[in-house]
């Protein structure tokens, strides 16, 4: 398992735990999407942070997407997840460049701005379940940290890393999401917080192992951990022919007849992964007779 997420509940069953490691499936976003460095760490954040929430969905076919929108030159991130944790996502603008911030550290609250993070959950129901709140700092994880406390009353400490090598590879990626449940001892409380005012940066402890669950009891040093399970996680994208064929009927028979009339074909690609898909004029033609 390259990819994946542990559950785990600590401190006698107070906290629920997510712990991720994320690098390869991060290495591979930077690569469909040739990112900057900067990007590639607003993108990798996203995609891990994501992922983790994709496992707190109940529903087998619920799907969870988080959108960080801003007035910063990356404009947006936008990522999708299964109940399995299987993500997807892109960057409005992976060309970004931007100097490092004074401790050296790339300035992902710079390349996004101010804006709102956007959590948008398909449940099965009749509409969608929308949380926002407004961008702490654009860094991500503060941002998640914030969604959860103001839009899910879910008090959580959240840490996301990407370590970006200096070949522009992801040398590391990973994080957490620790949540304190209902009537939580203030005891665990204080000591969780004192011990993540102590902790390294995830890239930081990354560096020193790879192996998550050590990871996860180095976090949680002090605490009992009890691990639940260990859950594959990887960059899916479920982009199709149909699906395509669907959104060129959807913008109806009128504007399909012009494309057929004027340029006798069509290539859409897919934000998601860079696919390209070609539809030459019959194909076009097809889906013209079912537009109408």
Not at 17 to 29: D, G, M, P, Q, S
Not at 186 to 195: C, S
Not at 223 to 243: A, P, R, T, W
């Amino acid at each position: 398992m390259k990819n994946y997420v542990i559950r785990a509940m600590a401190a006698d069953k107070n906290l629920r735990v997510f712990l991720a490691v994320t690098t390869e499936l991060v290495e591979e976003a930077r690569k469909i999407h040739n990112t900057t460095p900067v990007a590639t760490a607003a993108l990798g954040r996203t995609l891990t942070g994501t992922a983790m929430m994709g496992l707190m969905l109940k529903g087998e076919k619920d799907k969870l997407s988080v959108q960080i929108k801003g007035d910063g030159p990356l404009k947006q991130v936008l990522a999708v997840s299964d109940s399995k944790g299987n993500v997807k996502g892109y960057v409005s603008n992976p060309y970004v460049e931007l100097p490092l911030k004074d401790n050296g550290k790339l300035d992902v609250g710079g390349a996004i701005g101010k804006g709102k993070i956007i959590v948008i959950k398909d449940l099965g129901l009749k509409e969608p379940y929308i949380g926002q709140h407004d961008l702490v700092s654009g860094e991500i994880a503060e941002d998640f940290t914030a969604y959860f406390a103001y839009s899910e009353q879910q008090p959580s400490a959240v840490a996301l890393g990407v370590l970006v090598d200096r070949d522009y590879s992801v040398a590391a990626a990973g994080g957490f999401i620790i949540q304190v449940l209902p009537d939580a001892d203030e005891n665990v409380i204080t000591k969780l917080e004192e011990r993540l005012n102590n902790l390294l940066p995830v890239t930081q402890i990354m560096e020193k192992t790879k192996d998550g669950e050590e990871i996860l009891r180095n976090v949680l040093e002090g605490f009992d951990v009890e691990i639940l399970d260990k859950k594959e996680v990887n960059f899916v994208c479920d982009c199709s022919v149909e699906k395509l064929e669907r959104a060129l009927i959807s913008i109806g028979a009128k504007d399909l007849k012009e494309i057929i009339e004027e340029d006798g074909e069509a290539e859409l690609t897919c934000h998601f992964c860079n696919k390209k898909y070609h539809f030459d004029k019959e194909h076009l033609q097809k889906l013209y007779k079912e537009a109408l």
